[in-house]
Each structure stands twice: as C-alpha cells, then as structure tokens.
C-alpha cells in the first residue's frame, strides 16, 4: 500500500506540489494524469526517496519498489542480463538462481533472445521492456511507472498497456502510472487522480472522466484548448 | 548563459569572483562526500574487483601510448634546456643529476596527471553527467545501490594502482630523452648521465615520486567523479561538466604538487 498526506515540494522558491493526499491499495492501479509540470513526476520521485519532501508524509507496506523509467534507464555499460543481475543484488542468489529469475522475466516481456544484448543494440520498446524485466525481478509489492508508453509508436503502447495489465495481475502490487497517454490510463488504472499546478483537481475511475461535468477532466480528456489549464495564445 | 557572464563581468569582476567562489566552496562539499564514501566502502572491503580491474586498464594501459609521446617530448625539451645551460658551466657531469632529479620529483608524476585528466578524468566525466541525465543514477538509487560505491571506488582502486605505474613509465622515457639528448648536444656517455643519476638520487625522491602519483589520481577520480554525480540537465551540461573536471583536477592538482614539495623539500644536495 501507499499512502500520501499533505505531501509539499518547491524548487527555487516554486511550490510544485502544494497539499497532495491520496492512497493506493494493494491489487490496485492509479493513474497520476494531469499536463506537463503539473507535478506527476515529483511525486513519483517522492514516493522512490530520490527526492525529500518539504512537508507531509510518504507511507509505504514495503520497502521493494519496481520504478519503470521514462527512458528505461538501463545502464549502457553492462549486458541486459547484468541489468537485471544488478537489481538482484541485494539478495545474494546462488548464480544458478538468478540466472533463473532473469531468464522467467524476460521470457515473460519477451526478451529471453537478447540476455546477452546490450542496451545500445536494442529498439526502444525493448529496452522499455528490458525496464519492465528489472523494475519487477524482485516481486515488488510496489510498482511505478514514469510515462511508459511516451515516445512509443501506438502499437508498442498497446503492447506496453497490455504488459502493464498482465504484471498487475501476476504480481497484486500497488501501482502508480505517471502518464498523460489517454490510452495508456483508461486502459490500466483503476483511478485516475488529475493534477494542476501542484493540486489535485479531480479523482475518480477513468470510465467517468468523459461523463463529468468538472472542467479540468472534461478538458484534458478531450484534448481540448478550451478550459481552465492551458491559457494563453499562440 | 554566456551572455549574462559576459554582463557580470563589465558590471562586476567581484561579482564573478563570487560566483566561482560559491560554486568551488559547493564542489568541494560534494567532492568530500564522494571522498568519505569512498574510504568508507574501501575499509568494509566492499569492493567490486572485477571492475577495479576493468578501471585499471582503461586508465592505464590505454594511457600508454599518450604518456610515452609526451613523455617524450616533454624530456626532450627539458633536457635541452638544462643540457645547454650546464654545458657553459662546464657541468656536464651533473647533466644525468638533474635531469633526474626535475623527472622524478616534478615532470614525470605531472606530466602522467596531466595526460590521465585530460584522458580519463574528462571521459570520467561525461559519463557519469550522461547517467544522471538519462536516469541511470537514479535507477541505481531505486535499486539501493549507491553509485559512489557502484562508479567511484572500482574507478579509484584503478587509477591508484595505475598511475604510479604511468608516472615510473613517463619518468623512464624522460630520462631516455634526457640521455640521448645529453649524448647528442654535450657528447656525455650513457654511462657518465647514469652515475650522475646514482649519485644524486635517493630514496627519498622515490617516495615523494609515489605520493604525487597517489594524490594526483585521487584528485582526478573524486573531482571527475563528484562532478558527474552532481551534473544534471542537457547535452550543453555534459560539455559544461567535461570541462570543470578538467580545469578543477588540474589547478587543485597543481596547488597540491607545490605543496607536497614544499613539505617533502630537505634542501640542496
């Protein structure tokens, strides 16, 4: 489980996140949506410890986190089996079962081919799946996603999604999806939390965000220039 | 960027002074953490010595061929110089002396960190502020480890093992310089520059030798390193960082060479 209260964060004097609360059950998927420097990402990387928050509180069930990077964040140096290798670590496996956590997983994203491939010699959606292959070798019970599906050509999101579906299922952890892929949150999340400007301004299932009356939603869902976010013209 | 640096200046050269001061003060805080981690890594013994190995050969071996050329010419040069001014005194007899004593005890460590900053400690660098800007340091960090321990120490444990190999080797080929050119110019034997060199050289200057090597390439790993670490934004910030690492590790380098011969001086022979 995760649980956020009154989380705040400025940088350089801006407040970027102002009074955020919310909880994500186990089981559960939530879409943080919401336009570019809402605040999405701060809060993901709040929630990971890579950064401090100035006030509130992060509560997590557990201390294994799977984080599937934006731009996969694979480390170009090492092969992707020792991608993988490196985030079982911590365990101190017998080589003969780490090889064999490694081998499952990518089987499973469907990249057993390519153990021995470096990052380099990889397409994008692969090495977004070799991202997915690490954030979940250790059975995490907490599982984050920072835009997974952005760059990607519509049918590797779909491939995403449905990766994103099937881990969730298998693995009954707590998930937050940071994206603002339409796609990618009506599809995978159980809740979507819409931010602006540092505030959440609507909550609720993605089935409902085309029937609501609340501006903001009704505005991001539909793509539209008219609304209260974006102002100003070309 | 530049062109605000460009108006500080006209407005203010204290203003500038200010400006390099607060960020030398910052980089010295960040340089002193990596620093601390390091030894602290190091004394638990958690130390990834297939790496360390890996370290080593980039920063040594592949710095062989770079150092023997400067070197070279380096000593060249130098010898000249001396050479010609001893030879009006009638010196040629100290000619292997004090060739040696300038190669050990000043232009062979220096001239090996010199080439391993520009080398190494730049490549050090760019890779690691790459890293930080495609999210690799964050993504060790998720998976608890810590990048000083992952990056720093296997590149520290290499650079200590190598460089007071490449300054012994840049020391050799500097008197090789120095002893072909005093053959050449003054027509003193292999054999005269070399008991001159017995005579003038003691332990001493080989200890002062191994220090400089020794502090010259933790400068360049912890500056190269703490550097990268603490760089983010875009591909201009890569160059940005390149370049401090490499201004940063000299000029601290440079400061502590004189001091360290300042210290380890025991006056004239």
């Given at each position: 489980?995760?649980?956020?209260?009154?989380?705040?964060?400025?940088?350089?004097?801006?407040?970027?996140?102002?009074?955020?609360?919310?909880?994500?059950?186990?089981?559960?998927?939530?879409?943080?949506?919401?336009?570019?420097?809402?605040?999405?990402?701060?809060?993901?990387?709040?929630?990971?410890?890579?950064?401090?928050?100035?006030?509130?509180?992060?509560?997590?069930?557990?201390?294994?986190?799977?984080?599937?990077?934006?731009?996969?964040?694979?480390?170009?140096?090492?092969?992707?089996?020792?991608?993988?290798?490196?985030?079982?670590?911590?365990?101190?496996?017998?080589?003969?079962?780490?090889?064999?956590?490694?081998?499952?997983?990518?089987?499973?994203?469907?990249?057993?081919?390519?153990?021995?491939?470096?990052?380099?010699?990889?397409?994008?959606?692969?090495?977004?799946?070799?991202?997915?292959?690490?954030?979940?070798?250790?059975?995490?019970?907490?599982?984050?996603?920072?835009?997974?599906?952005?760059?990607?050509?519509?049918?590797?999101?779909?491939?995403?999604?449905?990766?994103?579906?099937?881990?969730?299922?298998?693995?009954?952890?707590?998930?937050?999806?940071?994206?603002?892929?339409?796609?990618?949150?009506?599809?995978?999340?159980?809740?979507?939390?819409?931010?602006?400007?540092?505030?959440?301004?609507?909550?609720?299932?993605?089935?409902d965000a085309m029937r609501s009356s609340n501006p903001y939603i009704v505005q991001f869902a539909k793509a539209t220039k008219d609304g209260p976010m974006l102002t100003g013209t070309i | 960027m530049q062109a605000a640096q460009a108006?500080?200046?006209?407005?203010?050269?204290?203003?500038?002074?200010?400006?390099?001061?607060?960020?030398?003060v910052g980089l010295c805080g960040q340089v002193g953490i990596v620093i601390a981690k390091t030894f602290y890594y190091i004394l638990r013994m958690q130390i990834d010595w297939q790496e360390s190995l890996r370290q080593?050969?980039?920063?040594?071996?592949?710095?062989?061929?770079?150092?023997?050329?400067?070197?070279?010419?380096?000593?060249?040069?130098?010898?000249?110089?001396?050479?010609?001014?001893?030879?009006?005194?009638?010196g040629e007899s100290a000619i292997g002396g004090v060739v040696s004593l300038a190669l050990i005890r000043q232009i062979g460590p220096i001239t090996a960190a010199i080439i391993v900053a520009g080398r190494v400690g730049s490549s050090i660098a760019a890779e690691l502020t790459t890293m930080n800007i495609s999210e690799q340091i964050d993504a060790l960090k998720v998976m608890r480890i810590d990048p000083v321990k992952f990056l720093v120490v296997p590149r520290f444990i290499g650079a200590m093992a190598m460089m007071p190999v490449l300054s012994i080797y840049s020391m050799a080929i500097g008197l090789l310089a120095g002893m072909i050119i005093a053959q050449v110019v003054a027509d003193v034997s292999f054999g005269v520059f070399l008991d001159s060199v017995k005579s003038t050289i003691i332990d001493q200057d080989f200890y002062v030798h191994f220090l400089k090597s020794a502090i010259n390439a933790a400068i360049v790993i912890f500056y190269s390193c703490a550097i990268g670490l603490n760089t983010r934004g875009g591909a201009e910030d890569v160059g940005h960082a390149v370049t401090r690492a490499v201004v940063w590790s000299m000029t601290v380098m440079f400061i502590v060479n004189y001091v360290v011969t300042d210290l380890t001086y025991e006056g004239p022979r």
């Open positions: 489980m995760i649980s956020v209260r009154n989380l705040r964060k400025s940088f350089n004097g801006r407040e970027v996140l102002k009074d955020v609360s919310f909880d994500v059950w186990p089981g559960e998927m939530l879409a943080l949506i919401g336009p570019s420097g809402c605040g999405k990402s701060t809060t993901l990387k709040l929630i990971t410890g890579l950064l401090e928050p100035d006030d509130g509180e992060i509560v997590l069930n557990s201390k294994e986190i799977g984080l599937v990077f934006q731009g996969s964040a694979l480390l170009n140096s090492l092969t992707v089996r020792e991608n993988l290798a490196l985030a079982l670590r911590e365990r101190k496996l017998p080589k003969r079962e780490q090889d064999r956590i490694i081998m499952e997983d990518l089987t499973l994203v469907g990249l057993a081919d390519y153990v021995d491939s470096f990052p380099t010699q990889l397409s994008g959606g692969q090495q977004k799946r070799t991202s997915f292959a690490r954030a979940i070798v250790n059975d995490p019970k907490i599982v984050l996603y920072d835009e997974p599906t952005t760059g990607l050509d519509p049918v590797m999101s779909t491939i995403i999604e449905d990766y994103m579906i099937e881990l969730e299922n298998q693995l009954h952890a707590a998930g937050i999806v940071v994206t603002h892929q339409f796609s990618t949150w009506t599809r995978t999340a159980h809740r979507a939390i819409l931010m602006h400007d540092g505030v959440i301004v609507w909550e609720g299932k993605p089935d | 108006k500080k200046i006209v407005a203010s050269p204290f203003l500038l002074f200010e400006d390099w001061m607060t960020v030398g080593a050969y980039f920063i040594g071996v592949k710095s062989f061929l770079v150092v023997g050329i400067t070197s070279l010419f380096t000593g060249l040069a130098m010898s000249l110089q001396i050479v010609m001014q001893l030879v009006q005194f009638g």
